[in-house]
Nanobody, 125 residues
């Protein structure tokens, strides 16, 4: 099974930026669609972004224009750059991946194969 490890979370002030990384075991990850979810205390896990093996992307309306996802095939890594952060962005951010052919739809519909352990993002002054 694909192993995913997130990193890059932390404490940041409102308006600040962070870049999260999701490193996968093996270059087979390059055929997967990658995705990001987040979960705040007492809330359901929420879709954030997705990126196909070809680089097509999809974003939740709440983060569109502020967050950017990208990937580096050589490193088998997917990134999520968070910009103009707001307190309501505070959550544990999870990386996920799917081999489904309708990758971006599958990410939104939680038809995924693997999950990382999550990384905490806290936005506070």
């Amino acid at each position: 099974q694909l192993q995913l490890v997130e990193s890059g979370g932390g404490l940041v002030q409102p308006g600040g930026s962070l870049t999260l990384s999701c490193a996968a075991s093996g270059n087979i990850f390059n055929i997967y669609t990658g995705g990001w979810y987040r979960q705040a205390p007492g809330q359901q896990r929420e879709f954030v972004a997705g990126i196909t093996s070809g680089g097509s992307t999809d974003y939740a309306d709440s983060v569109k224009g502020r967050f950017t996802t990208s990937r580096d095939s050589a490193k088998s890594t997917v990134y999520l750059h968070l910009d103009n952060l707001k307190p309501e962005d505070s959550a544990v951010y999870f990386c996920t991946a799917t081999r489904q052919l309708d990758g971006l739809c599958a990410i939104r519909e939680l038809r995924t194969d693997s999950w990382g352990q999550g990384t905490q993002v806290t936005v506070s002054s």
